[in-house]
Every structure is written in C-alpha cells, then in structure tokens.
C-alpha cells in the first residue's frame, strides 16, 4: 500500500507532485491517448531540483506510475461513453 507521505524539504504531500507534473508536463507524442502523462527521466530530475531525497524520488516515482490496469481500462472505458 502507497503512504501519501511528506517530504523532508518543504512538507509536501508527494501526490502534490504528481498531480502538478500532470498538469503541466508536456503529452508524449509516443502515448496512445492525448490525456495520458510521461513520468520519464525528467520527472525524477525535476522532483530532484525541487530537493528531493533519492528515496523520495523512488518512492513518488513508483506513486506516480504504479496504476491498477483494470481501473485504468475502466476508467477508459467511462470517458470514452461519456
């Protein structure tokens, strides 16, 4: 089970992270849907220059990327009929 926890240098959820790389991280042109986001490389360098700890980087990371298949075809699914 994931823990929402808080980081060391600032007190941030780490869910706050990820939501805000969703929102403003550009779309990878590679991804089947134009919603989809890309937790590559430069997302784990960006939670590093906001002073993250290596740990904290792992762990939002595997937050961040870690979705349950079912509920993402699901949650396709839905947006698709709606």
Known sequence: MFENKLTKNGGIHY???IVSWAKAAPID????????????K???DW???EGCT???????????TNGKL???????????NA
Do not use: P, Q, W
């Open 15 to 17: 869910s706050r992270y």
């Open 29 to 40: 042109e590679n991804l089947r849907h134009s919603t989809e986001v890309f937790y590559g």
């Open 70 to 80: 079912e509920l993402e075809e699901s949650a396709r699914r839905f947006l698709k």
């Open 54 to 64: 290596e740990d904290e980087v792992r762990d939002i990371f595997e937050m961040a």
């Open 42 to 44: 430069e997302f784990r």
């Open 47 to 49: 939670l590093r220059s």
